[in-house]
């Protein structure tokens, strides 16, 4: 018996998980302030808050030399709007 293959489209998109609406606005907050990635992975998102805090920890070691300035604008402007889209998809 052959096994049906499902087009991408098709299948099931993974449900995150809501976080309460203060989880939310810390997280956002922690983004901004503190460290960018770091309110990502408090806020469920893992994957992402990783890559943020990579791109930033490689931008601030890559400072010395100016191209690392650009990566840790991106990373903090990616924290922000990661906390602004878990604001917006919480209960």
Do not use: H
């Not at 809501?18 to 939310?24: D, F, I, M, N, T």
């Not at 460290?35 to 930033?56: A, S």
């Amino acid at each position: 018996m052959a096994k049906k293959k499902v087009k991408p489209e098709n299948q099931p998109k993974k449900k995150t998980p809501k976080v309460s609406q203060g989880l939310a606005v810390v997280s956002l907050v922690l983004n901004v302030v503190l460290m960018p990635g770091l309110g990502t992975v408090i806020g469920g998102r893992t994957k992402d808050g990783i890559w943020q805090l990579v791109l930033f920890w490689v931008g601030v070691l890559l400072s010395i030399v100016l191209i690392g300035i650009p990566m840790i604008i991106a990373a903090w402007i990616w924290g922000i709007v990661s906390g602004v889209r878990l604001i917006q998809e919480s209960s």
